[in-house]
């Protein structure tokens, strides 16, 4: 009975040593993950605070995502993330599929700057997807597929109360922050069976694209028909 009691003691402190090395592993897979994957999709500078995900529920938040803009560009943050809540099948993180229940983000904050005709939010979607083209998988010399890497399905992501701050040339550059409109996407990849890293970066970013245009075009249309407004009243004015 002693012995049992023993080996059931060991057990039960080989359990737990293993489940805090598993722990503080995948916090730090997942931020040495994003700050060395990240970078080489958006060639920017990216930072992460810190990741704190439980084993147990595969609950858990990142805190502090930013990334900055591209060469060319202010010194600026492009986009500060400060808490992004996620939700993860902590079973499926040993299969070559992925499983990301929810990602929620609040408020995030998005620094909309132009160059040229370019922005600097359409260059690094414009840099995600070169290599995402690029990471796509040659046939190997024999005919077979190359082996797989780790693919992500996300059921749902949400992106709510984010902001832009838009610098108006009309105003001196001056920054106005405008709300950026809220986005869902749900089952990202299902259908494929999975999306690459890359390839979900895409996704997300091709979707926050969106939603910023959708912002900015709806309060330009609004400066425009005030300003036409402003002026059709002063030439009322002027013509008295």
């Known amino acids: 009975m002693k012995i049992f009691?023993?080996?059931?003691?060991?057990?039960?402190?080989?359990?737990?040593?293993?489940?805090?090395?598993?722990?503080?592993?995948?916090?730090?897979?997942?931020?040495?993950?994003?700050l060395t994957f990240v970078p080489k999709t958006t060639l920017t500078d990216v930072g992460l605070e810190n990741s704190d995900i439980s084993v147990f529920s595969g609950r858990g938040e990142l805190r502090g995502l930013v990334i900055g803009n591209p060469k060319g560009f202010s010194r600026n943050n492009a986009l500060t993330l400060d808490i992004i809540s996620v939700s993860i099948d902590i079973a499926s993180l040993f299969s070559d599929t992925v499983i990301i229940n929810e990602i929620h983000v609040d408020s995030p904050e998005i620094n909309y700057e132009t160059k040229g005709k370019e922005t600097n939010i359409q260059t690094i979607l414009k840099n995600i997807r070169s290599f995402a083209k690029k990471e796509t998988p040659a046939k190997k010399s024999n005919g077979s597929p190359p082996s797989p890497g780790k693919k992500f399905i996300i059921h749902r992501l949400e992106i709510e109360n984010g902001r832009i701050g838009l610098a108006i040339n009309f105003l001196?550059?001056?920054?106005?922050?405008?709300?950026?409109?809220?986005?869902?996407?749900?089952?990202?990849?299902?259908?494929?069976?999975?999306?690459?890293?890359?390839?979900?970066?895409?996704?997300?970013?091709?979707?926050?694209?969106?939603?910023?245009?959708?912002?900015?075009?709806?309060?330009?249309?609004?400066?425009?028909?005030?300003?036409g407004e402003f002026l059709n009243r002063l030439k009322k004015r002027l013509d008295k």
Request: aromatic residues 4%; positive net charge.
């Open 5 to 34: 009691l023993k080996i059931s003691a060991v057990l039960i402190l080989l359990s737990i040593i293993a489940v805090l090395l598993f722990y503080f592993s995948l916090n730090r897979i997942v931020k040495t993950g994003i």
């Open 172 to 227: 001196n550059d001056k920054a106005v922050s405008l709300p950026l409109p809220d986005i869902t996407l749900k089952d990202l990849g299902k259908k494929e069976g999975g999306l690459t890293p890359a390839e979900a970066s895409v996704e997300i970013f091709g979707a926050i694209t969106g939603s910023l245009k959708t912002g900015v075009s709806v309060t330009t249309d609004t400066l425009k028909e005030k300003t």
